[in-house]
């Protein structure tokens, strides 16, 4: 059984930074990709990053590029995602996803991931 289990979320004022951390369990981390994507209330489910399942390979939401960082730690089957500068916009309920096929390309729509974390709370006060 695929989980994903979200840490890291919280309050900061804004220009501040946050961690998020979610932990695979259930399928070979090495060979999927992964993503966070962010719910803001009374919004559609948006996508914020992804990276890759080789090289590792990135690619970041316009909104989020130059402050925030997508990683992962291969031999602890975690993604990360750095959030620096934030601003009070990026507060939202964030969501990592695994890729639905194995060592495959993956993009921005929801539709090419089939496994979710419960998501983390993150606010950002002015």
């Known amino acids: 059984q695929v989980q994903l289990v979200e840490s890291g979320g919280g309050l900061v004022q804004a220009g501040g930074s946050l961690r998020l951390s979610c932990a695979l369990s259930?399928?070979?981390?090495?060979?999927?990709?992964m993503a966070w994507f962010r719910q803001a209330p009374g919004k559609e489910r948006e996508f914020v990053a992804s990276?890759?399942?080789?090289?590792?390979?990135?690619n970041y939401a316009d909104s989020v590029k130059g402050r925030f960082t997508i990683s992962r730690e291969n031999a602890k089957n975690t993604v990360h995602l750095q959030m620096n500068s934030l601003k009070p916009e990026d507060t939202a309920v964030y969501y990592c996803?695994?890729?639905?096929?194995?060592?495959?390309?993956?993009?921005?729509?929801?539709?090419?991931?089939?496994?979710w974390g419960q998501g983390t709370q993150v606010t950002v006060s002015s």
């Open positions: 996803a695994v890729g639905r096929s194995p060592r495959s390309v993956v993009g921005s729509s929801r539709n090419d991931y089939d496994s």
């Open positions: 259930g399928r070979t981390f090495t060979i999927y990709a």
């Open positions: 990276i890759s399942w080789s090289g590792p390979y990135t």
